[in-house]
């Protein structure tokens, strides 16, 4: 399979007034395109720079991205804009949601903050994306009239959107009880077999069981790289 991500010699550094904070230091990662990968690592390894890069989200500080073979290290943020709405969907551990929109609003967010007309046809996209999520009784509720479970599905469902090729989660199950982490690693799986490729952090190793590739960083390197099955 190609490769849908391809990182080359990717630095990372923060600069804090005079002290330069070197996090990503030379990564090589190359990810296949519907690939289902778990990135782990003790805090402060550097996994959520590392996926705010994956994401568009930050840039690298040297190095290369290319993504679908495009090298987006250098790309203005207009453009990098068009490439996350185009190519990723995000999944976080708080879920995000905007707390005074309905469900079905929610999921519709990404197209308004992209410019599209709301209509019948992009809302019924949406009504079948919280069926699909099994929220299809759920439509009208507001994200505090729902289970953290419930929530984070609102938010695959808002993932899904764009129909993205890549889809990213920072702990989506950090916040969530082990029974629940389960219904949402089943729904991750269940897209992963539809093409969907699959980059997730976390630090639970029944949660990157899930996976097929587990990567581990450690102090900005990539200290282990293993196929958990074929
Ligand atoms: N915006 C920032 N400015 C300065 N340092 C940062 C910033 N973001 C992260 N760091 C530092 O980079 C290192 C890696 O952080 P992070 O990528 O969040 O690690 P992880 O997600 O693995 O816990 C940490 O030492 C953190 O303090
Ligand atoms: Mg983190």
């Not at 690592?41 to 040297?62: A, E, F, Q, V």
Request: aromatic share 6%.
């Amino acid at each position: 399979m190609a490769a849908i991500v391809r990182i080359q010699n990717l630095v990372k550094n923060y600069y804090m007034g005079d002290v330069t904070v070197n996090v990503l230091k030379r990564i090589d990662l190359e990810i296949e395109t519907g690939d289902f990968v778990a990135l782990m690592g003790p805090s402060g390894s550097g996994k959520s720079t590392l996926m705010n890069i994956l994401g568009c989200l930050d840039r690298p500080t040297s190095g290369q991205y290319f993504l679908n073979d495009r090298d987006i290290s250098k790309l203005g943020d207009d453009r990098l804009s068009d490439v996350r709405s185009r190519y990723l969907g995000f999944i976080f551990q708080s879920y995000n949601l905007l707390p005074q929109y309905t469900v079905v609003e929610n999921i519709e967010l990404p197209l308004l903050y992209q410019g599209i007309n709301l209509n019948a046809q992009t809302k019924q996209r949406c009504i079948g994306l919280a069926q699909m999520v099994g929220l299809g009784e759920r439509l009208d509720h507001r994200p505090l009239q729902l289970s953290g479970g419930q929530q984070q599905r609102v938010a695959i469902a808002r993932s899904l959107v764009n129909d993205p090729n890549v889809i990213l989660g920072d702990e989506p199950t950090g916040n969530l009880d082990s029974k629940t982490s389960v219904e949402i690693m089943e729904m991750l799986t269940g897209l992963n077999k539809i093409g969907k490729t699959i980059i997730m952090v976390t630090h639970e190793n029944d949660i990157a069981e899930w996976a097929r590739r587990v990567i581990r960083l450690r102090d900005g390197h990539i200290e282990s790289d293993v196929r958990n099955r074929d």
